[in-house]
């Protein structure tokens, strides 16, 4: 079992969607938890960062944590065809600074 | 702020030759930077660490010798790709992490494909 689990989709969804993003992991010791978007042949772009449970807001964006299921999710909400992108998920903890990433979902936004 | 450059972002070169890689820190001072390599729809390999001033920490299967990492300043990484062969061909992405502001997390340049004929 991968420390951290992604499904890589694609997931495909209509202009205006709200848009729900997951992963799952297995080590206890995370508390800090981070949402990448990427870009086809470009650089991860940090969207959201979250320590421990809870949830955080920024515009159309959600990331939501639940460590006792081990579970991370990320909304978007009001979809647009320029969220289409690859979205990463990250995790650290246990005094490493050293995120483990998910393998990341592709998400299609279309009009 | 936090903008992180990688040069050149494409280079095509033949088998047995060598690459460098430079990736700079533009707007801050980077403690550590990484070097990842990420294969289509596949997710960022981390090869090795860099902290300024001294020699890289690689991971687990990548070699050293191949992948020469020099991190001279606290703004500047390279990555050079000695003997490249067509294995090497792949997205190769830094990243540089901030002494402070956002509980230090990494913040990545755009990238630099490699094509070794």
């Known amino acids: 079992q991968k420390e951290v689990e992604q499904d890589p989709g694609p997931l495909s969804v209509p202009e205006g969607a709200i848009v729900s993003l997951n992963c799952t992991y297995s080590n206890s010791a995370f508390q800090y938890f981070m949402w990448y978007r990427q870009y086809s042949r470009k650089g991860p772009e940090l969207l959201m960062y979250t320590y421990s449970s809870g949830n955080k807001e920024d515009g159309r964006f959600t990331a939501q944590v639940d460590k006792s299921s081990k579970y991370i999710s990320l909304f978007i909400r009001d979809s647009q065809p320029s969220d289409s992108a690859t979205y990463l998920c990250a995790m650290r903890g246990g005094g490493s600074y050293i995120p483990t990433f998910g393998r990341g979902t592709s998400l299609i936004v279309h009009p | 702020g936090a903008v992180v450059s990688q040069h050149p972002s494409r280079v095509i070169c033949k088998s047995g030759t060598s690459v460098k890689i430079e990736c700079r820190s533009l707007d801050f001072q980077a403690t550590t930077m990484f070097w990842y390599r990420q294969f289509p729809k596949q997710s960022l390999m981390l090869m090795a660490t860099?902290?300024?001033?001294?020699?890289?920490?690689?991971e687990q299967g990548v070699e050293k010798d191949k992948f020469l990492i020099n991190h001279a300043s606290l703004t500047l990484s390279t990555l050079t790709v000695t003997s490249a062969h067509p294995e090497d061909s792949s997205f190769y992405i830094c990243?540089?992490?901030?002494?402070?502001?956002?509980?230090?997390?990494?913040?990545f340049g755009p990238g630099t494909r490699l094509t070794v004929t």
């Open positions: 860099s902290n300024e001033g001294s020699k890289a920490t690689y």
């Open positions: 990243s540089a992490r901030t002494r402070t502001g956002k509980l230090g997390e990494q913040y």
